[in-house]
């Protein structure tokens, strides 16, 4: 999933305070399975910045409501009978869903409440680690489902480095060496060939903007007036 | 190949290569340069220039080349993957190798958190393997690493890092093994502490076969103080510093110290001399560079041959 942690409550502050009808927008998805912009988030910072702008003199209306997807058109219709109330919108869901919001009101200025940090998996309630950079040329069948590109704090596609200590990567004791955990999954699976061979230079595929389209679904997308 | 580098020469010839360290200056500050340069001279057959080494920022290691040359040393350019992407880096092997620099050291660099700008980018569009790849294809194909035809390929002798002893230790000959597979011409290893480890990697790259594709030239470093010791036996990643070392350095009168130090590098130095599979030394005398005539006659590689 997409792991974003909310951002410092005074950057938040400072980006609406112009604004005194201001709809906080969550988001039920990722970003509320990791705790950060989900239906109980947006509650949380409501009542901060109700309370901030009361004692700041300067009081500010504030709407909650959270959709299933904010990454998704269709749930974003139930909004447009209620957002021109409001004179800025305040997202709290990842990246994309800011982007989404900004595109069906682009009359109303939409602010990011929370930092969109990675794609990620959720090692215990609260606690989530990075595993993919989204390089689009996948390589986790090479090296035993452990991905160098993310893993690795130099994305290394030929090591382990000189500088892996003991099992750890050379920035940090407590960060675990990728490679040095690849070179042990591959020895316990006999695979260990699958590194001898020099890997080349990546195909770095995402530098530009993507989009995909599924096979099947072109002839939709002409439909819908995409080129 | 002919690069025309005079360390290339002194391998083939079969002599014992002894090389150097020079890390540029924090400024532009030429003098600096002259200065580290000096004692070099005459003394080793190239010398390492290194490339922002430890994140931190310097001059530029094809700039600090060229001074080099001014003072008469041969330099080894280093290169790292964390500052340049591709075609930054096929540039500046174009530009070095037009402007006289005859040998490239491939290295991935220690990572940008360690140094003066932590915020920065890594870059690590392709790693140490894949550039020496690159440099070989640049020299031997004369093509760049996008398939373009070169206009007078860079004839460069292709230099890569090895680290003898980094955990996964099985693992640290078959790494030298993809390097050399990928074109390097000659190693210079990681600093050797433990010797034992040192003995039983060359034997390894023996049996392989590997020691008849490349030149090994083991790294070889003084320590001054016991202080150093210690540091670099804890903080420094994939460092091996044996116990050994500390107790003798700790067995010695305080004001012996940096002699025993460097009285343990010439041991070392000699065995390296005697040992199958190496083709030389690398002297790494961190900010000690004045030393490296004495260390250099101590350690008998004196006069350096002419080739």
Redesign the interface.
């Known amino acids: 999933m997409i792991v974003a942690e909310r951002k410092p409550f005074d950057e938040i502050k400072t980006m609406v305070q112009g604004y005194q009808k201001v709809l906080t927008i969550g988001c039920g998805t990722c970003v509320a399975v990791c705790l950060a912009g989900g239906e109980k988030e947006v509650g949380v910072l409501n009542k901060e910045l109700q309370l901030a702008r009361k004692m700041a003199g300067s009081p500010i209306t504030l709407g909650a409501h959270t959709v299933e997807r904010q990454c998704d058109m269709e749930f974003l219709e139930e909004l447009d009978s209620i957002v021109d109330e409001y004179d800025a919108l305040l997202s709290m869901a990842c990246g994309a869903g800011v982007q989404f919001l900004g595109e069906r009101f682009p009359n109303i200025p939409v602010f990011p409440a929370v930092d969109t940090t990675f794609i990620g998996a959720n090692r215990d309630v609260g606690w989530y680690e990075e595993k993919c950079r989204a390089c689009g040329s996948c390589v986790l069948g090479m090296t035993s489902g452990i991905c160098p590109v993310t893993m690795c704090a130099k994305g290394l596609f030929n090591g382990p480095c000189g500088g892996t200590n003991k099992g750890s990567c050379e920035i940090h004791a407590d960060q675990p060496c990728a490679w040095y955990q690849i070179h042990e999954r591959l020895a316990l699976q006999g695979r260990l060939d699958n590194i001898l061979e020099i890997c080349p230079p990546n195909d770095w595929r995402n530098q530009t903007p993507r989009t995909i389209v599924q096979p099947g679904y072109e002839e939709r997308k002409k439909a819908m007036g995409g080129k | 190949m002919k690069s025309g580098s005079k360390l290339q020469k002194i391998l083939e010839a079969g002599h014992f290569a002894f090389t150097g360290e020079l890390g540029p200056p924090r400024g532009a500050n030429v003098e600096h340069v002259r200065e580290k340069a000096k004692p070099l001279v005459g003394n080793v057959d190239a010398v390492n220039i290194t490339d922002n080494q430890t994140a931190m920022v310097r001059m530029a290691s094809w700039a600090a080349s060229l001074l080099a040359i001014e003072e008469g040393l041969e330099p080894n350019f280093q290169m790292t993957?964390?500052d340049r992407n591709?075609l930054a880096m096929q540039s500046d092997i174009l530009g070095a190798y037009a402007l006289g620099i005859r040998n490239i050291l491939c290295l991935?660099?220690?990572?940008q958190?360690?140094g003066d700008h932590p915020q920065s980018k890594?870059v690590?569009?392709?790693?140490?393997?894949?550039l020496i790849?690159?440099v070989k294809k640049m020299r031997d194909e004369g093509k760049f690493?996008g398939g373009a035809d070169i206009d007078e390929p860079p004839q460069l002798f292709i230099g890569a890092?090895?680290?003898p002893f980094?955990?996964?230790v099985e693992?640290r000959v078959?790494?030298l093994?993809?390097k050399v597979?990928?074109g390097a011409d000659f190693v210079q290893t990681?600093c050797i502490f433990n010797m034992e480890r040192m003995r039983e990697w060359v034997r390894q790259a023996n049996d392989m076969g590997l020691t008849e594709k490349v030149y090994i030239l083991a790294g070889v470093t003084p320590m001054k103080s016991i202080g150093m010791a210690k540091y670099m036996a804890s903080k420094v990643?994939?460092m091996d510093v044996p116990d050994e070392i500390i107790k003798r350095l700790q067995g010695v009168e305080k004001k012996k110290v940096s002699d025993e130090g460097i009285k343990i590098a010439c041991e070392q130095i000699e065995e390296f001399k005697e040992m199958k599979g190496v083709a030389g030394v690398h002297l790494m005398a961190i900010e000690w560079e004045h030393k490296v005539p004495e260390i250099a006659e101590r350690a008998k590689v004196l006069p350096r041959p002419e080739v």
């Open positions: 993957c964390r591709r991935s660099g220690d990572h958190q360690f890594g690590f569009d392709i790693d140490s393997t894949q790849g690159m690493l890092a090895a680290n980094a955990e996964p693992w078959h790494r093994a993809k597979a990928a990681q990643p994939g």
